[in-house]
Every structure is written in structure tokens, then in C-alpha cells.
């Protein structure tokens, strides 16, 4: 568009009409994609929750909306599994500000008491060395590269995979998570917008950025990843809390999955 404005469809998923969003690229052909009230069992929504390509996204389109987000208000997603759950609606959008009444350590500390409690005693060796104590959050790693970039770099990577390429209208990619209403962890955790609230501690600590999403998948781009093996192992603990299926159903135990993301720039999340 010459004026650059934000495209009318577009305009369906701000609150206040997107007014003085801009967008200086083109959108490719797609559409919005509405809950279910069936599944939300909360009535008919008042606005969409995301736009979603028709086709698979372009090589370098997931940077170029990336790039234009601080003018957009649109956080891209790479939508893994598109004919299920975005195609029916299993989604239920939430509002981003919700998500400031959660932290990531109140999280943690949460999920760690229910699951110890849970635990037989000689499965606890799985946490050593923290064993039953939460360790609390990790220290913020040191930025390698532009999060911006890596992230540019981690959308390059998983391109190849054919997958199409969805438009949230979100300050940042952690709140993307909420308002789309992605389900993804339903399984661990009945609510995403506590888990949201903690990939904004992993945003602002680790240079983390949301990248992509599947029916029970979340892939985040990592600028600052932890490259001692003792931190490694402190991250690796959030982790379990935020994904215990990546540490069970993985390596088996923290010290294993610590030496799996020592120094990685992506970290894959899957619930089962």
C-alpha cells in the first residue's frame, strides 16, 4: 500500500482498530481465524484471534514481519500442524495484560512443590543436585548475538518445513502466546498465561523469542543461552517445570538435559 497503512483485515485484531499501525510490506493471501465457541464455552468473540497465511511462508518473511513489528503491532508465528488446532478454532485468546499478574518464578516455585509432592522418593534423583528445594530462577545469560537476528536466523531454519504464517496483534512474542490463544501445554498446565509470563522472563533473560507453534509444540529462538555447564544446569531445572516431558521423556534427568541446551541458540519445547 503507498500510505503504508495496516491493511483493513488486519485492522480486525486490535482492540482500537490498529489505529496508527503501519505496515510497509505485503501480506500475503490468508485470513483470520476465529475460537470456537464451542470450545472456549465463552460465547462468540468480539475479534479475531490471529491472521494465517494460506499458503507456507515465503524464505525470509517471518524476518521481514519481524522486522516491521515495532510498527505493526504483529508478532509473526510459524503455525506448525495448520490443519489442526487453527483451522477448528481449539484456541482460547486471552487478554496480554492478564499476564502481568504472573511470574515466572512464582511459576516455578508452584510447579515444583506440586510435582515433588508427587514424586516417589527415588524418582527425585532425576532433580539432583536440587533435589526437593526449587533452585528459584536462573541468572540472565550473556547476549551472543541481536535477539532480533538469531531469531531471524532460527525462523530461516525451520522454514523448510512448510509451515504457514500466522500474525498476532501482541506487544511482544510471549503475549502472542495469550492472545492467539494457543493450547499447546494444556496438558501440563490448564492456562497458558502463567506459562506466558514466564517466556517474557526467558525474553528479557535470555534474549528468548517466540518462533513458531504446534498443536503441542513451541520452538523459541535464544540469543543468551547458558554456556557453563553449572548455569546450563540451573536453566535446565526451569525448563523442567516449564516442560517436564522434555526432561522425562528426554534424557531422563536435569544433568542430562543441562548438557542438551549448553550453548544452543533454539530451544523446542513438546508436551505430550
Known amino acids: 500500500m503507498k500510505d503504508h497503512q495496516l491493511p483493513r ?18 501480506l500475503p ?31 525470509g518473511e517471518w524476518a521481514r514481519f519481524r522486522a516491521a513489528h515495532p ?5 509473526p508465528v510459524l503455525l506448525d500442524e495448520s490443519a489442526q488446532p487453527w483451522s477448528v478454532g481449539q484456541i482460547v485468546p486471552d487478554e496480554a495484560r492478564q499476564i502481568d499478574h504472573f511470574t515466572a518464578e512464582g511459576f516455578m516455585a508452584e510447579v515444583w512443590q506440586e510435582w515433588v509432592a ?16 526449587c533452585p528459584g530462577l536462573a541468572p540472565p545469560g550473556r547476549l551472543a548475538a541481536d535477539p532480533g537476528a538469531v531469531a531471524d536466523w ?54 528468548a523469542r517466540v518462533v513458531s507453534v504446534g498443536f503441542n509444540t513451541l520452538e523459541l529462538s535464544v540469543a543468551a543461552p547458558p554456556v557453563e555447564p553449572e548455569h546450563a544446569l ?18 531422563g534427568d536435569l544433568q542430562g538435559y543441562a548438557e542438551q541446551i549448553l550453548g544452543g541458540h533454539a530451544w523446542s519445547f513438546w508436551w505430550d
Request: net charge negative.
Open 234 to 251: 540451573h536453566v535446565a531445572a526451569e525448563h523442567w517445570t516449564f516442560c517436564p516431558d522434555n526432561v522425562v521423556q528426554g534424557p
Open 118 to 133: 508427587q514424586m516417589p522418593p527415588d524418582a527425585i534423583a532425576e532433580l539432583d543436585p536440587f533435589g526437593a528445594i
Open 154 to 207: 532460527y525462523a530461516g531454519q525451520l522454514s523448510g518445513r512448510g509451515m504457514p504464517l500466522g500474525l498476532v496483534a501482541a506487544h511482544r512474542g510471549a503475549d502472542a502466546l495469550a492472545v492467539m490463544g494457543w493450547q499447546g501445554a494444556l496438558h501440563h498446565n490448564e492456562w497458558m498465561v502463567p506459562m506466558a509470563a514466564v517466556v517474557r522472563s526467558w525474553e528479557d533473560r535470555f534474549g
Open 9 to 26: 483485515v488486519l485492522c480486525q485484531l486490535f482492540a482500537d482498530g490498529g489505529m496508527g499501525r503501519t505496515l510497509s510490506i505485503g
Open 29 to 59: 493471501e490468508g485470513d483470520m481465524v476465529w475460537p470456537d465457541p464451542g470450545y472456549t464455552l465463552q460465547g462468540e468473540a468480539a475479534r479475531p484471534a490471529f491472521w494465517m497465511s494460506d499458503s507456507p511462508a515465503a524464505d
Open 71 to 75: 510498527r505493526s503491532g504483529l508478532w
